[in-house]
């Protein structure tokens, strides 16, 4: 027990090292356009200078939700450091209470595999840039998880209330953390259908009220809030979001195509115009990993556990919070022309049906097959570190740089 409780210790310093290095090495120091109004509205709202990243302030900015700033503004205060400092102990301390979180409730060695999602290279890469995802995918893992335990119905209308009151909490947050968490009460109100369906009018009539005043609070203050930003700024939801551009209908269904399949190269993502090379590289590895691994193991799969009652729950949850969430990204990109989507917008789907993953894995009893995926998993990772190099003119530089050797 306490050798494992200090490979999660190990994990969690491996974690935050990378993240202080590859801050510190980089120029722009891990901070995209997004991560200057972060930093620039923590400023405004706690009295410090954030206007020196590149987006100055000047008053309520309703572009992002108050909760990431506002973390990251508290944080500043509390520690006494810059809010670029305070941004990046941020996720290096929400890190350490996700690690906290799943060894209090599946155990430190369960955890370690959990936990070794964060050092995958694109996961490194969302934790070292200021931006909101990490919060938000907590949080998001927190409300599936809680979504899932009630595995049979609940049956005391008290306690159906409390419930809905700790999955009201955790949407309020999502919400405050990313506007589109709000796609959570989707989710919620299909898995409700659902359950009626499933148990009948007898169940069903204990939780409707509970449900109902799920889905009424949420609105109300999702409504609420935006009302707010159209009094305090000059939009609802911080500015223009939804007109025409010049890209064609085939345009978009590429990029709705393209981010799915980038989401499996876990070791390289594909650019378009960009040298393919390190990706094709990256895609042989891992099906070659993948491929051996799965020839190891296949004579020990009889030994291999059953998905628990709690586990189908829980995917059954993740499998419709991703299908939702993709469903409501892609329709909101063929009207609003955001970015991507790329990895950083795929990751609420991804990353917690990895996760459900893990802690299938993690309970595998036969040590030796265990081991020999852990030693094959974490060269993996090693592997997956391509993503930390440069996605764009990497083939160039590497090019100028044999030149001269």
Known sequence: MKQDDGWLGAQWLLI???????TYINPTHYLSPDSTYYLSFAGWLVGLDGNQYGHVATGWDGTFPLGYPLLIGTLAIATGTSLLVASKLLNIVLTGVFLAIWRQRIGARRALWIGSL??????VRMLTYTWSEWAFLILLLEWSWFMSQPVEPIRSGRAQYRYVGILLLLTIGLFLLRYVGGYVVIVYGLMALASYRRTGWAVARLRIGADLAYGISMAAFMLGYFFLNSQLSTSPYGGERFYETDETIWEKVYLMVLAPMNELLLLRDYIPGEPALLVLVGLLAQVALIGWIGSRLKPQRDTLPDWKQTDRQWLRVLLFSAGTYLTLLFALRFISPFNGPNARLMAPATVPLLSVAMVWISRWN??????QLGYWWAMFLLCSWLQLLPQVDLWEKLQRLTSTM
Request: hydrophobic share 55%.
């Open 118 to 123: 964060l050092v995958l290279g694109s996961s």
């Open 16 to 22: 935050s090292s990378l993240i202080v290095w590859l």
């Open 366 to 371: 036969n040590v030796s097959a265990r081991r």
